[in-house]
């Protein structure tokens, strides 16, 4: 038996099989040899070898044997298996490596016989309808992936956190049946696949820009010093390179290539990481990947075999596009074989073989389907390839387009936009493009296209229009300029007028000018299918430019505005007059003024009046109800409330409304209880209580003792002296006056009852009977002792008591008063009489 051993050198190897195992004589590795170049069809299955051998002198056994798909692997499609009975040996099926294992029962190695005979009944099958390319198989006595196409050995040694350094250091130390191990250097995608997407794992491989930042060499093996890259994420490779996406980024001085763990963007691509890389996660190294192979001084072996099928297939296939019916040439092109061309996805008619087919006249869009047969395969999808049959525009291709000679020059020829020619000749599709040339010829290939407006009929009577549509399909018009004898009748106009019936009056306000449609058509005779349009100017009207599209238009022009008219055919755009025939009048709405407020007194009447009247309008005054008032410029009301005026100008322009607010007033209504006097103080005062205006409607003002003098608004008069007074309150809007007496009640501090005529009698002031309805005055000496009773509202106290003069001293006083609602109210106080 034989056993794959890892030594670290050949001739070690050799040394430590004699010690171990006695050998009086080298072990010679056995050779392996197959044969098979096939052709393989699609949903088939097929061997994967035609003849197998394996030659060792002095073994018939081994451990396992290992086939790969080794170069062209799709995984979930591509599939080994072993066919028929062979009790003898087991296999198993890496998926992700692609990799079909055969081995012996249980621990028992596999017999050579058993596993030559096995090999010859292993299949090779797609689950792919289109499989393309060619598939390579890799026979070998070792579980290290083989690739045949660089003959070298790629192994994953799983190894957590190992650095890149360790990790180069272990994979030199690294052999294969005698073959030196590194680094692993991947210089194609062939090598990318088998080392990235087809080894379970993630790890180091032997790429450097340690030596200088942005260029990558291969540092280990046969490749060292070869750059593969120059740069960072938007880098070039001079040869090959399979970087991740945004890779290599240099993120934290990341000198060292690494294969990308399978959860980071695509499969077996590369990153660059720091010589320890990440302690944990996606970034943490795994290991690292061993090449063996192609280092000076490695033994030849002859331990692998490789095979490989070929797959016709379909590289390209292009449909082809035409515009309207015809035939329609087709191409595919095959890796191998014949292209073979059927109507159906399946089955159906073999309708051309070869790789040109021309098809029938078509009508429709209509789909092929084409396969690539060798050796007489005819399993497998068919490459759909269509034949597209776009449609051409449908237009009116002869038009005779009329306009007005309206340029003041009647000599036929006039100026046109010819844009305006495209709704009719492409019937209203918007979609089309239209361009307009000189030539036919032109028109048909799109060159020199004519600017469209303004075009003069004396340039070409004829020009021709190309109508594209948007699958690049074109068909051309020819479009006859003609000049139209049809006009307006001499003189004519019609008119719209409106009022200015906006706040801002500026003399432009909107009309509706559809209005002036009809009379304009009964300018024509009838059933023409004529449409009238707008402009502003006659050029626009001739080129039919800046048409007005609003039609509730407001004019431009303040109070007075012409428009243009054109009148054509919906037909076929014909002219049949153009011009100045559509004035806009605005009539300014009626301006006057009115006194915003005024005053009516109770029981009286007050004249509204309109004043600076801007014309002579006609009136009607409304009251708050609605109900109408009055018709004239004035109207006389006698109630408050809100009135209102609209003026009406002969032209029928009515005025907003105009009001006027009335106020009622009326003359005060004041008694005693409307009064609080404050007496028998140093600051004698009246005041006024108008506070829920008891006093009545009016805006009052206040005179104490003087009707002629100032009036006053305070309600309040201050050091008023003892005695009568009257007041006076009066309407500030003019509706009268009232007045009332008011006694203010205080005494003189002394009297000298000497004859001389000069306060000879002591008296208080101030106490009337309209105020009170009883009044008592007593005097007593300074000891209490009465002295004399008098009355309040007569010639006072003289100085005597009992008939005898009192001599100079001070007496005392109290007053005892009743007002006219019964309520009593007292007063003391003290005095002098002086001799």
Known sequence: MFTVMRKPSYLCFLLLCIIQFGWAQTNIPPTLTASGDQIYCPLSQINIVTNMNIVDPDDTEIEA???????????????????????????????????????????????????????????????????????????????????????????????????????????????????????????????AQITGEQISGAGWIGGSDAGSEGVWRWVTGPETGTIFWNGGINGSSPNYANWNFEEP????????????????????????LSNTGAPNGPYQPKGYIVEYGGTPGDPILNISANTKISIASIDSATGTERCGDGIVSLSAISNTGTVQWYDTPENGTLLFSGYTYTTPSLATTTTYYVYASIGGCTTGGRIPVTATINPLPI??????????????????????????????????????????????????????????????????????????????????????????????????????????????????????????????????????????????????ATLEENEITDLNYTNETPYEQILYVRVESDDNGACFGIGPYLTLIIYPLPSFEVHEEAIVCTNSTVLLTTYNAQGNYTYQWSDMNGAVIGNNAYVEVSSEGRYSVIATSNVGCESPPSTVDIYESNVANISM?????????????????????????GDYEFSLDNPFSTFQNDPLFERVEPGLHTLYVRDKNGCGSTQIEIGVIGYPKFFTPNNDGFNDKWQVLGVTEEHYQKSELYIYDRYGLFIAQIDPMGEGWDGYFNDKTLLSNDYWFTLELTDQTGNEHNRNGHFSLKR
């Open 395 to 540: 237009i009116t291709p002869i038009l005779d387009f009329k306009n007005c000679d309206e340029d003041g020059l009647a000599d036929g020829f006039t100026d046109f936009n010819l844009t305006e020619a495209n709704i009719i000749i492409t019937n209203g599709d918007s979609s089309l493009n239209v361009t307009y040339h000189l030539l036919i010829s032109d028109a048909n290939t799109g060159a020199n296209p004519l600017i469209p407006s303004p075009f003069n009929n004396n340039i070409a009577g004829t020009v021709y229009a190309r109508i594209e549509n948007t699958l690049g399909c074109h068909l051309v018009s020819t479009v006859n300029l003609q000049v139209s004898t049809t006009a307006f009748p001499a003189g004519y106009m019609t008119y719209l007028d409106g009022c200015d019936a906006d706040t801002n009056q500026d003399g432009l306000h909107p009309l509706d000018i559809s209005l002036a449609t009809p009379e304009i058509l009964n300018q024509f005779p009838a059933n023409q299918n004529l449409s009238v349009h707008y402009y502003t100017n006659l050029g626009d």
């Open 249 to 272: 980024n240099q993120s934290g001085d990341e000198d060292y290539a690494h294969l990308t763990d399978p959860s980071i963007g695509n499969r077996g691509s590369w990153n660059d």
């Open 673 to 697: 209880d409307d009064i609080l006097v404050s007496d028998i103080s140093t600051n004698n005062t009246i005041s006024i209580n108008n506070q829920n205006n008891n006093l009545g409607l």
């Open 65 to 191: 044997l290992y086939i790969q798909i080794s170069t062209g692997y799709v995984q979930g499609q591509d599939l080994l298996s072993l066919n028929g009975s062979h009790p003898n040996i087991t296999t198993s099926w890496n998926a992700s490596e692609g990799k079909l294992t055969l081995r012996g029962i249980g621990a028992a190695p596999a017999n050579y016989v058993a596993l030559i005979a096995a090999v010859i009944d292993v299949v090779f099958e797609s689950s792919s309808p289109t499989p393309s390319g060619e598939k390579f198989f890799s026979i070998t006595i070792g579980d290290a992936n083989y690739l045949p196409s660089s003959d070298h050995y790629y192994e994953y040694v799983p190894s957590l956190g190992i650095t890149w350094a360790a990790a180069q250091i272990a994979a030199d130390g690294r052999t294969y049946f005698g073959l030196q191990g590194y680094l692993a250097t991947i210089t194609s995608a062939a090598e």
